[in-house]
């Protein structure tokens, strides 16, 4: 079983950067697929970025590219996204998802695949 847990959300204004944490039960150097996606209310669930923990490909929506970084912590078994140059579009509920399979492909932010997911953490961007 892994238990992801979500914290770093915040409110910020336009432009401003946060740095969100995802708290693993177990080691992430083991060969993962970590994701982070997010839901804003009344819209679907959409991928941010993907990370394949054992073998180091990285994968970003066009929406993020380029002000996103996922990046993982193995020593703390936390896994990061973080934002920079903050959109009011990127607000959302921002939820972090492991995929235990260890099967990584050229667009891995597809919901389904994920076996685990946190409960979320709040982002909050103010024009």
């Known amino acids: 079983q892994v238990q992801l847990v979500e914290s770093g959300g915040g409110s910020v204004q336009t432009g401003g950067s946060l740095t969100l944490s995802c708290a693993a039960s177990?080691?992430?150097?083991?060969?993962?697929?970590m994701a982070w996606f997010r839901q804003a209310p009344g819209k679907e669930r959409e991928g941010v970025a993907a990370?394949?923990?054992?073998?180091?490909?990285?994968y970003y929506a066009d929406s993020v590219k380029g002000r996103f970084t996922i990046s993982p912590d193995n020593a703390k078994n936390t896994l990061y996204l973080q934002m920079n140059s903050l959109k009011p579009e990127d607000t959302a509920m921002y939820y972090c998802?492991?995929?235990?399979?260890?099967?990584?492909?050229?667009?891995?932010?597809?919901?389904?695949?994920?076996?685990?997911w946190g409960q979320g953490t709040q982002v909050t961007v103010s024009s």
């Open positions: 998802a492991a995929d235990t399979s260890g099967r990584w492909s050229r667009d891995p932010l597809v919901f389904g695949r994920y076996n685990y």
């Open positions: 177990k080691y992430t150097y083991a060969r993962y697929v």
């Open positions: 990370i394949y923990i054992g073998g180091g490909a990285t």
